[in-house]
């Protein structure tokens, strides 16, 4: 395991830990549907050889399905980054798929950005909601 994957592991669950800490409602789901699907990834790279990219493309397409459900009569644009992010690594999938000329690394980067691509917008979506939160609280009652 590289580096860059174990930096990737702790990013994922240190950026989920704050949506769930700081994080707004649709936040905390955004982080609990990551972390899962991260979960079973890592879960199934790690213990096994059963990490194929025929396996791999269920839990993307799990992953954005429920961006999608969040998306849905969303006014933040967060939700809609995470299942764009989303939907570029499943393709990533389906080109290793059909394409066996692109090599493993190619196809780890495309996933690595799209990882980071979740994580920065998840990550967006936490700062507004906590930012929003304080300044609903810091705002005089009046009345």
């Given at each position: 395991?590289?580096?860059?994957?174990q930096?990737?592991?702790?990013?994922?669950?240190?950026?989920?830990?704050?949506?769930?800490?700081?994080?707004?409602?649709?936040?905390?789901?955004?982080?609990?549907?990551?972390?899962?699907?991260?979960?079973?990834?890592?879960?199934?790279?790690?213990?096994?050889?059963?990490a194929?990219?025929?396996?791999?493309?269920?839990?993307?397409?799990?992953?954005?399905?429920?961006?999608?459900?969040?998306?849905?009569?969303s006014?933040?644009?967060?939700?809609?980054?995470?299942?764009?992010?989303?939907?570029?690594?499943?393709?990533?999938?389906?080109?290793?798929?059909?394409?066996?000329?692109?090599?493993?690394?190619?196809?780890?980067?495309?996933?690595?950005?799209?990882?980071?691509?979740?994580?920065?917008?998840?990550?967006?979506?936490?700062?507004?909601?906590?930012?929003?939160?304080?300044?609903?609280?810091?705002?005089?009652?009046?009345?």
């Open positions: 395991m590289t580096h860059l994957v930096t990737t592991y702790i990013m994922i669950a240190l950026v989920c830990l704050l949506a769930v800490i700081w994080g707004a409602d649709r936040e905390r789901k955004g982080a609990l549907i990551f972390g899962v699907v991260s979960g079973v990834n890592i879960f199934l790279a790690n213990n096994s050889g059963y194929t990219d025929g396996l791999l493309i269920f839990t993307a397409i799990a992953c954005l399905t429920g961006f999608v459900a969040l998306c849905w009569k006014s933040h644009l967060w939700p809609l980054w995470a299942a764009a992010a989303q939907g570029m690594a499943i393709m990533g999938h389906v080109l290793r798929l059909t394409n066996p000329r692109i090599t493993a690394t190619t196809a780890d980067i495309i996933q690595l950005i799209s990882i980071y691509i979740v994580l920065f917008s998840l990550l967006a979506g936490t700062v507004y909601a906590a930012r929003h939160r304080s300044q609903k609280d810091n705002s005089p009652n009046i009345g």
